[in-house]
């Protein structure tokens, strides 16, 4: 079969400080080497690399790429089906325009929609658009087998990892079991995207320390946080690669991209230490001049000074501890096992070996109370005295079918509508913060998270008022002394290409 994989534009804001991260897409270049590996053939159109600098607005969002009716027209008339990746809920109001241009242009193709958004809310894609059918979970086996029955000409009926239409009626399958050797699957295939032109771009998930790749080391996370979709996308079992296949694939974007900073897009990276000091011992015995980053969240437990220690030796320059809040209380109710202490004690000896560290928190949860808040305040003064680099803050998003997002459907607080899947887009959003407390307003959450920022760094650059001479110089440079000063020129790159969009 031939396939024709989608990656639809990026809606970007220049006050949203993730619209400010543009990396390749993984998830469809491995679904588009698994596809290759077995026989089928695949063409890729990726709608942000087509068009870097372009600007269309769709149902008032300004979204960077291709325009929608381009995309259509890529499509090759040779293909016989049409896969769309939908990482984020928040695009999905907007993306239901793209598959009905799709569906419009091409109506005898079978349309495919994968992804996060198609794995948390399939019936919901179904019901709104005439996609025939969604790849739920792990995708690369389902979509394999998918195409290999759809060429034989065999029933789906008991084939796993699907949501589809059958008639009027929408049919749910039995869940994929999770991929056990991850290292089996073929290595994403890079070749049907704009490497280069993504490489040049500087708008890494981490600082721009270089020529900047995303990578994976695991699949999976072994935890239960309630406001995370991860367990229901990927179950809790946690998966790492054989250390010596992740290094030879970052020593092959070495000599093919002349690629020297790796960034680990990882849900949890760091969980046992064996495995942590094993890849870094492989990366030192080849004696490989890299740096790499672990700019999402990372376990405390793991990291003692031995690690920290090889990991910088390795090259490993920064990462963020997911503290998310400094509250006790609040952190038993989000089922976030950690003990923010065993966090510092961390955090200090990763500082002492020369690695960056950042702590992410969360403000917002509908059942914190003041004195929670003031907890976390106190906590984020905390990592500042400590000599933690940046904080991220972000306002709850509760994610479709969380434990947090039933919590709040079940209270009747939260409608399965459009304004609420774009509201999840604000959680990092300085100007469009929404609040799901019941005691708080969007513009009060706004102005605890906004002084909550300005008090860490204020803090920090009095202590250590280097740190702002390097910010600034990153500000000014091609390459970026920490993620802020990426996060602020990102914005200042995304602020341009407004400037440039139609108003409509």
Request: hydrophobic share 40%; net charge positive.
């Amino acid at each position: 079969m031939y396939i024709q994989l989608i990656h639809p534009p990026q809606r970007i804001s220049a006050t949203n400080y993730v619209s400010a991260v543009a990396i390749p897409p993984l998830g469809l270049a491995y679904l588009a080497s698994a596809l290759e590996a077995a026989g089928h053939r695949v063409g890729v159109i990726d709608g942000v690399a087509g068009d870097f600098n372009h600007i269309e607005r769709v149902q008032g969002q300004a979204l960077r790429g291709e325009p929608f009716e381009r995309i259509v027209e890529a499509v090759d008339p040779r293909a016989d089906l049409i896969g769309i990746g939908i990482m984020f809920s928040s695009s999905w109001p907007y993306l239901r325009e793209l598959v009905r241009l799709l569906r419009k242009r091409w109506p005898n193709k079978m349309l495919v929609v994968g992804g996060e958004h198609a794995t948390a809310l399939p019936e919901q894609v179904l019901n709104e658009t005439s996609v025939d059918l969604c790849v739920v979970g792990e995708g690369e086996v389902t979509i394999v087998e998918l195409c290999d029955r759809l060429q034989q000409g065999q029933p789906l009926d008991d084939l796993p990892g699907l949501v589809r239409r059958v008639g009027d009626r929408i049919v749910t399958h039995p869940p994929r079991e999770r991929i056990r050797n991850i290292d089996d699957i073929p290595l994403p295939a890079w070749h049907h995207f704009d490497i280069e032109g993504y490489i040049a771009l500087r708008q890494p998930h981490g600082s721009a320390d270089g020529r900047s790749m995303p990578i994976l080391a695991t699949r999976g996370c072994p935890y239960r946080c309630s406001f995370c979709s991860a367990s229901g996308t990927w179950t809790t079992r946690w998966i790492p690669r054989d250390p010596v296949r992740l290094v030879d694939e970052m020593e092959l974007y070495m000599h093919r991209y002349g690629v020297n900073d790796f960034h680990f897009e990882d849900l949890t990276a760091i969980v046992r230490k064996d495995w942590t000091l094993a890849f870094c011992n492989e990366i030192l015995k080849r004696g490989l001049s890299i740096s790499w980053q672990m700019p999402a969240g990372t376990r405390s437990e793991a990291i003692d000074e031995a690690v920290a220690r090889a990991m910088f030796a390795a090259g490993c320059r920064q990462f963020t501890y997911a503290i998310e809040s400094g509250s006790p209380r609040v952190l038993e109710r989000i089922n976030k096992k950690i003990k923010i202490d065993n966090v510092f004690a961390s955090a200090r000896v990763a500082m002492r070996a020369g690695i960056r560290v950042q702590a992410a928190f969360i403000f917002g949860f509908p059942f914190e109370t003041l004195r929670d808040l003031l907890r976390t305040y106190r906590t984020v003064l905390r990592c500042a005295v400590a000599g933690f680099h940046e904080i991220n803050i972000a306002a709850l998003a509760p994610l479709p079918n969380t434990p947090i997002f039933r919590e709040l459907q079940s209270a009747g607080r939260l409608d399965m509508n459009d304004e609420y899947l774009d509201s999840i887009f604000g959680y990092m959003d300085f100007r469009n913060y929404r609040s799901w407390h019941p005691n708080i307003s969007d513009r009060g959450l706004r102005g605890m998270i906004l002084f909550t920022y300005a008090s860490f760094f204020a803090l920090s650059y009095v202590l250590r008022p280097r740190r702002l001479w390097r910010l600034l110089r990153g500000l000014s440079g091609a390459q970026t002394d920490g993620k802020l000063a990426k996060i602020i020129k990102g914005l200042r790159t995304n602020t341009r290409l407004l400037k440039t969009a139609p108003t409509g």
